[in-house]
């Protein structure tokens, strides 16, 4: 009997394949245990994967946060470190790598990025002032609320429908920024907070002709632009493939238009810039970066350190340069999409269109019979550890964490567990396991139950809180 030769994913696509524009040069092994460890090790971490140790776990998609294999160039860059108190060569190489690639004047290092957010939300928020932005991030709100801010939601609605396929769900609805303005008052503004590829949507990118127009909003206002640039790299992307005129322009010429556009920027380097460790504030304004460069002393360390070694600088600014090569993006977004596809092929539900650095598995509409205040991101999380060893996290009504007012839970529409992909890490081979798993937790979803909070830290709850099964 004769056997039908299987089909390359290109083939199921009808294209040529694509492959990593890398090859490896060094591996650190793999390790799964008994499904009865697992049960005892996630009974230990309460149902959180963040309190999971790192050795009990198969293939890790907790987080493309620091955990990004960097590259034979940025491991001879280690070796330059030039570990001086001040005014270490590697700054310098940073400082010019974000003023070519990111194209902003004032430069100050941070240790990753919330330092970089604390920053800015102390020296640019007064207590009361209002700051808009395209969806929260659970550290940025949270900095700009310790300052006395008060953040407001105003991306498009369609960044809150799992199911809508708007290739630009990460855009800012100007009309909500507009009646926010003109209920305030421009002047209780304290600046726009705007994300590229928003991680709580779904990894969603911005449009240029969004931030375009934006920039002409805020100008008529005097009302200034602040980026999140930490996935700006994969955002510019999305522009390139989906955004009428630029196919042929490179990712990096892409990347600093659309920086062009706005006034400051902050960055997690941990993500797109391929690092372990690191993060920046640039800025176009000397007086800001007066103030930042005096704040910096006092949190993170000296203005040409930031809280880094001088290697992580110098790793930091290479991984700059290697993140805007299209042939990376491209190979790092494609595999995302990779694993999209056969989920999206096997009917389980996940947010679409495919964003930049992960697939968002929709909870509520994978365990329906899970009421949001039990947790059904969590629990799903929890499970997939379960039967596969695989780590990924809660985006849902934990990470939202509770209104200080009321003491209620937000619940966000978005109930969302994250499997998040490092860059240049793992293979297909691995997408491949990932997905089988998924499945096998999908067809066991009726049997499923709900968790338990039985214990609630006080900030940024879903790194550490714990949770018990309902019986
Ligand atoms: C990770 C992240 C941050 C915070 O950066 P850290 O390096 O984790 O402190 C800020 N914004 C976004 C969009 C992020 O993904």
Redesign the pocket.
């Known amino acids: 009997m004769t056997q039908a030769a299987p089909l390359t994913m290109g083939q199921q696509f009808g294209r040529r394949s694509w492959a990593e524009p890398w090859k490896i040069k060094m591996v650190e092994p793999l390790r799964m245990i008994s499904r009865q460890e697992r049960q005892a090790a996630l009974s230990e971490a309460g149902y959180n994967t963040f309190l999971l140790r790192s050795d009990d776990v198969y293939i890790d998609l907790l987080?493309d946060?620091?955990t990004s294999a960097m590259s034979d160039r940025q491991w001879a860059g280690m070796m330059l470190g030039d570990e001086a108190y001040a005014g270490s060569r590697n700054y310098y190489n940073l400082e010019s790598a974000i003023q070519s690639y990111y194209g902003y004047k004032y430069i100050v290092p941070t240790?990753?990025?919330?330092?970089?957010?604390h920053l800015i939300s102390q020296a640019a928020i007064k207590p009361g002032q209002f700051v808009p932005g395209n969806m929260y991030?659970?550290?940025?709100r949270l900095h700009q609320e310790l300052a006395g801010g008060v953040f407001v939601d105003v991306i498009i609605d369609e960044a809150h429908d799992s199911a809508s396929l708007h290739p630009f769900k990460g855009d800012i609805d100007l009309d909500k920024l507009t009646a926010l303005i003109e209920r305030v008052g421009a002047d209780k503004i304290a600046y726009v907070s705007l994300?590229?590829?928003?991680?709580m949507a779904g990894g969603q990118p911005v449009s240029m002709a969004n931030v375009k127009a934006l920039r002409g909003l805020c100008d008529r206002y005097g009302i200034k632009i602040y980026l999140?640039a930490?996935?700006m790299a994969e955002n510019a992307f999305f522009i390139q493939e989906q955004e009428d005129g630029y196919a042929s322009t490179p990712i990096a010429a892409i990347l600093r238009e659309f920086c062009s556009y706005t006034d400051a920027a902050?960055m997690?380097?941990?993500?797109d810039s391929l690092v372990n460790?690191?993060?920046w504030l640039a800025v176009n304004d000397w007086d800001l970066f007066e103030e930042l460069r005096n704040l910096v002393v006092v949190y993170e360390g000296l203005h040409t350190y930031g809280g880094l070694a001088g290697r992580d600088m110098e790793a930091m600014a290479i991984g700059i340069a290697e993140s805007v090569q299209d042939d990376h993006i491209h190979a790092r977004v494609g595999q995302v999409r990779y694993l999209g596809a056969l989920l999206t092929a096997w009917d389980i539900p996940i947010v679409q269109p495919v964003g930049g650095h992960a697939i968002f598995l929709d909870a509520r509409r994978f365990y329906p019979h899970i009421p949001q205040a039990q947790f059904p991101a969590q629990t799903l999380a929890a499970e997939l550890y379960l039967d596969s060893g695989i780590r990924s996290m809660e985006r849902g009504v934990v990470s939202a964490g509770r209104n200080k007012e009321t003491g209620d839970h937000y619940y966000p529409r978005l109930e969302l567990t994250r499997l998040t992909i490092p860059r240049r890490v793992y293979t297909q081979a691995h997408m491949d396991v990932v997905a089988e798993a998924v499945k096998t937790v999908y067809d066991a979803r009726e049997r499923t139950r709900g968790l338990r909070m039985v214990y609630e830290p006080k900030y940024l709850r879903f790194f550490q809180a714990r949770f018990e099964r309902l019986e």
Not at 137 to 140: G, I
Not at 195 to 199: D, E, L, Q, R
């Open positions: 987080t946060s620091g240790h990753q990025g919330r330092g970089a957010e991030f659970t550290t940025t994300a590229g590829t928003v991680n999140d930490t996935r902050w997690s380097a941990k993500k460790i690191g993060g």
